[in-house]
T-cell receptor
Framework: GENVEQHPSTLSVQEGDSAVIKCTYS??????FPWYKQELGKRPQLIID?????GEKKDQRIAVTLNKTAKHFSLHITETQPEDSAVYFC?????????????FGTGTQLKVEL | DVKVTQSSRYLVKRTGEKVFLECVQD?????MFWYRQDPGLGLRLIYF???????EKGDIPEGYSVSREKKERFSLILESASTNQTSMYLC??????????FGPGTRLTVT
């Protein structure tokens, strides 16, 4: 089955700096890669996703890049703000098939310091 | 507005008890999931269901079972709770080929 590895497990940046979180996946058939943000005490929520037919996607201060050959994808947050502090999870799945189940990475605790 | 609800936010049970965690979604989604979340281990899939009365094992099904008698409801059952099942349990639902939504979670403590 699919295996997703995520690094780093913790990341501390100064406000205004950029943050990068990296994930690798094992199953070359995976073609959908979402990123979830979980604030303290709250449920995970989708912040951005990318499908395998594109290499990069941006939404304001966040972007995701995908390298299918190397089987890795990354989340980039620019101009970080205190409200970006949260746990971020990457995930991978195949969009076809029953369940379309996501396999998650182990999470990155991002702390944005003032 | 998307809504996934779970029956309890906090639950305390004794070792050996039978425990039911309920999840309800009002979006007519085909797929529903149960995860447990533990520090450093991320979100691990216990069971999922892609249709009524259908269930599939996830990565860590041992000690759990599930029931999906109606499309909107997916139940997680701990037949005989043990202390190593103390965890945060998250339910989720999604339609095919679209975003997955999570419930608020149930923090279960087994003493």
């Amino acid at each position: 089955g699919e295996n997703v590895e995520q690094h780093p497990s913790t990341l501390s940046v100064q406000e205004g700096d950029s943050a990068v979180i990296k994930c690798t996946y094992s199953d070359s058939a995976s073609n959908y890669f979402p990123w979830y943000k979980q604030e303290l005490g709250k449920r995970p929520q989708l912040i951005i996703d990318i499908r395998s037919n594109v290499g990069e996607k941006k939404d304001q201060r966040i972007a995701v890049t995908l390298n299918k050959t190397a089987k890795h994808f990354s989340l980039h947050i620019t101009e970080t703000q205190p409200e970006d502090s949260a746990v971020y999870f990457c995930a991978a799945s195949m969009t076809a098939g029953g369940g379309n189940k996501l396999t998650f990475g182990t999470g990155t605790q991002l702390k944005v310091e003032l | 507005d998307v809504k996934v609800t779970q029956s309890s936010r906090y639950l305390v049970k004794r070792t050996g008890e039978k425990v039911f965690l309920e999840c309800v979604q009002d979006m007519d989604h085909e797929n529903m999931f149960w995860y447990r979340q533990d520090p450093g281990l991320g979100l691990r899939l216990i069971y999922f269901s892609y249709d009524v009365k259908m269930k599939e094992k996830g990565d860590i099904p041992e000690g759990y079972s599930v029931s999906r008698e109606k499309k909107e409801r997916f139940s997680l059952i701990l037949e005989s709770a043990s202390t190593n099942q103390t965890s945060m349990y998250l339910c989720a639902s999604k339609p095919d080929r679209a975003e997955q939504y999570f419930g608020p979670g149930t923090r279960l403590t087994v003493t």
